[in-house]
């Protein structure tokens, strides 16, 4: 029977590496990295650290990840993925003004929870990346599209002014959330009425131009 002093002097066991299939274990890498994200900028989020807080190896996660910068696009590609599933708009509201306010809510409240990777992004060293801006362009591109398929719903026919409209309104709510974060000299509710009710007033002059 081993004694409490022989006990205490065996050292402690390494933890075991838990085997998972390569999607999961990608997976498990990337949700570690966003994390990590909602304490630093995104350019200070270590492949070291990843890979210690996942019991791999450095060398492991570079077989999931060609580099360090392409495993920063891959994180910006999930968060991209969680913003737009947050906001997804809810068809279960019938008033078009009333949906649109909740998404804006939605993405307001996301994009506070995850202000370091959103200000990198958009502000930050890797905003002049072409693969991160790859990224962004597609995900706003998308939320475009959603605009787009809910305009009717507004009394809005989709034409090109619109259209440019539409992409001025997206940057527009970008700005006002990136000012927000900086000053606080509004309450979140007055800046999701203001970037809520700006859509239909924009599209509609808009559309107005073409009479």
């Not at 440019?164 to 006002?176: K, N, P, S």
């Not at 979140?188 to 107005?208: D, F, M, Q, R, S």
């Amino acid at each position: 029977m081993t004694s409490t002093a022989e006990r205490a002097a065996i050292p402690p066991q390494k933890p075991r590496r838990t085997r998972m299939s390569p999607e999961a274990r990608r997976e498990q890498l990337i949700e570690l990295g966003l994390a990590m994200l909602r304490e630093s900028p995104i350019e200070d989020v270590s492949i070291d650290a990843i890979a210690d807080a996942a019991g791999v190896s450095r060398a492991l996660l570079f077989h999931y990840f060609e580099s360090k910068q392409d495993f920063h696009v891959a994180l910006a590609q999930a968060q991209a993925r969680q913003m737009l599933a947050c906001t997804q708009p809810d068809a279960t509201v019938e008033n078009p003004l009333e949906m649109l306010e909740k998404s804006m809510r939605a993405y307001i409240d996301y994009v506070s929870e995850n202000r370091n990777a959103y200000m990198a992004v958009l502000r930050g060293a890797a905003s002049y990346d072409p693969a991160m801006r790859a990224v962004f362009d597609t995900t706003r591109a998308a939320m475009a599209e959603r605009i787009y398929a809910y305009a009717p719903a507004l009394g809005v026919e989709v034409t090109p002014i619109v259209r440019l409209t539409v992409h001025g309104w997206i940057a527009f709510v970008e700005e006002a959330t990136i000012n927000w974060f900086a000053t606080q000299d509004v309450t979140k509710g007055e800046l999701i009425a203001l970037v809520t009710t700006a859509l239909p007033a924009l599209a509609t002059g808009a559309a107005l131009t073409n009479l």
